[in-house]
């Protein structure tokens, strides 16, 4: 957007009013009680800060136009200098042409310039030059701290939209995840109740009622970034309910949570995913069914989250039975999750035993009260 030449920002003609207020203030002190002209000083003063004020609106506005900030600081002191160094005699001109002609009379009457054994010429070149020297260096002054406010300001704004650009793409690839989640759910849900409705019409009714309090939990809890752990529980209990009208007495689901972590936040329908997991990739193969535990408990730190499943008959797992190169992109976008959520301060891991198969996770402790 074309900077305007009269800014609009309060802040700027606060800094700027205030200094030059300032300024005058001394210029008159100083004039009426040590200087002659009084009156001639005291316009000459208030033309000055107006011409002033003009060079460096004009200086401002030229310096946002042609992208002074991506300068380097040498060609920025170039340019300060620059400015200043046309800006002074500019400002001078101004004051002396607009001033000078209405108190010449009453200059030269006084003898002033007789009292400084200077000829009247001398004593214009001698006013112009002092005007000019002090214009261009209280101009070069002001350009250079504006130059260097507004690059600390714009450097400033550039991190805080850095800042917001990634936590915009983050919260655009937790949505995308989440997204991915739900239809890997509801093809496994639905595909369950469709199998079942042709065998058992109560059992699927009962399925779709729990069906429809997980869609609820999820849509309501996508939104957001992260849940208490008793509210994913919950959603657990509903989904492991939803599972055993179909597999019955196949699958055993055993509980074991520290007291105390009911508040603490995790991400949503991360623990739901990983029990569904583990009954697809896990238990469903089983032809005696299985085991699956959830355990939690807390570091001073940390939450550490597991969940594992088993043979129900106690032998040995075979690989044909976990394939950990075939357990879903569900568990793949829980890492992916955990990484924008946390960074490298969660960790996610896979363990295969004998007789066991379980996925660790380890999340700062933050607690939801």
């Known amino acids: 957007m074309k900077p305007t030449f009269f800014p609009v920002n309060k802040t700027f003609w606060l800094l700027h009013g205030g200094a030059l207020l300032g300024l005058q203030v001394v210029m008159w002190i100083t004039t009426f009680l040590w200087g002659e002209q009084k009156l001639f000083n005291a316009v000459?003063?208030?033309?000055?800060?107006?011409?002033?004020?003009?060079?460096?609106?004009?200086?401002?506005?030229?310096?946002?136009?042609?992208?002074?900030?991506?300068?380097?600081?040498?060609?920025r002191l170039l340019l300060i200098i620059g400015y200043a160094s046309i800006g002074g005699v500019v400002v001078a001109a101004i004051t002396l042409i607009s001033v000078t002609p209405f108190f010449w009379r009453e200059v030269i009457s006084s003898g002033f310039i007789e009292r400084m054994q200077l000829t009247e010429s001398q004593f214009l070149v001698r006013l112009a030059i002092q005007?000019?020297?002090?214009?261009?260096?209280?101009?070069?002054?002001?350009?250079?701290?504006?130059?260097?406010?507004?690059?600390i300001r714009r450097v400033k704004e550039t991190e805080l939209s850095n800042l917001r650009l990634q936590n915009s793409l983050k919260e655009a690839q937790l949505a995308n995840l989440s997204n991915q989640l739900n239809p890997h759910f509801l093809f496994n849900a639905i595909n369950n109740i469709r199998f079942t409705i042709y065998e058992d019409a109560d059992k699927a009714d009962a399925m779709l009622t729990g069906l429809s309090e997980m869609l609820r939990y999820s849509l309501e809890r996508s939104k957001q970034d992260k849940v208490r752990l008793r509210e994913e529980l919950e959603i657990i209990g509903l989904y492991i309910d939803l599972i055993?009208?179909?597999?019955?007495?196949?699958?055993?689901?055993?509980?074991?949570?520290?007291?105390?972590?009911?508040?603490?936040?995790?991400?949503?329908?991360?623990?739901?995913?990983?029990?569904e997991n583990a009954v697809k990739h896990g238990i469903?193969?089983?032809?005696?069914?299985?085991?699956?535990?959830?355990?939690?408990?807390?570091?001073?730190?940390?939450?550490?989250?597991?969940?594992?499943?088993?043979?129900?008959?106690?032998?040995?797992?075979?690989?044909?039975?976990?394939?950990?190169?075939?357990?879903?992109?569900?568990?793949?976008?829980?890492?992916?999750?955990?990484?924008?959520?946390?960074?490298?301060?969660?960790?996610?891991?896979?363990?295969?035993?004998?007789?066991?198969?379980?996925?660790?996770?380890?999340?700062?402790?933050?607690?939801?009260?």
Do not use: C
């Open 44 to 75: 000459a003063t208030l033309v000055w800060t107006i011409a002033f004020t003009e060079v460096v609106l004009f200086f401002r506005q030229h310096y946002q136009q042609k992208e002074g900030f991506s300068k380097s600081i040498f060609k």
């Open 131 to 151: 005007n000019t020297l002090q214009s261009q260096l209280l101009l070069a002054v002001w350009m250079f701290i504006y130059v260097s406010v507004t690059s």
């Open 244 to 275: 055993k009208v179909q597999m019955e007495d196949r699958l055993e689901f055993v509980l074991d949570i520290d007291s105390g972590l009911q508040n603490y936040l995790i991400p949503p329908m991360t623990l739901q995913l990983l029990v």
């Open 284 to 369: 469903d193969k089983l032809r005696k069914g299985g085991r699956i535990e959830l355990n939690a408990k807390t570091t001073e730190q940390d939450i550490i989250l597991k969940v594992s499943n088993s043979r129900g008959d106690n032998k040995p797992l075979l690989a044909s039975e976990v394939n950990t190169n075939n357990i879903g992109i569900g568990l793949v976008n829980i890492q992916e999750r955990l990484r924008l959520l946390y960074g490298e301060r969660a960790s996610f891991s896979i363990q295969q035993t004998s007789d066991n198969f379980s996925v660790t996770l380890q999340l700062p402790r933050e607690s939801g009260l």
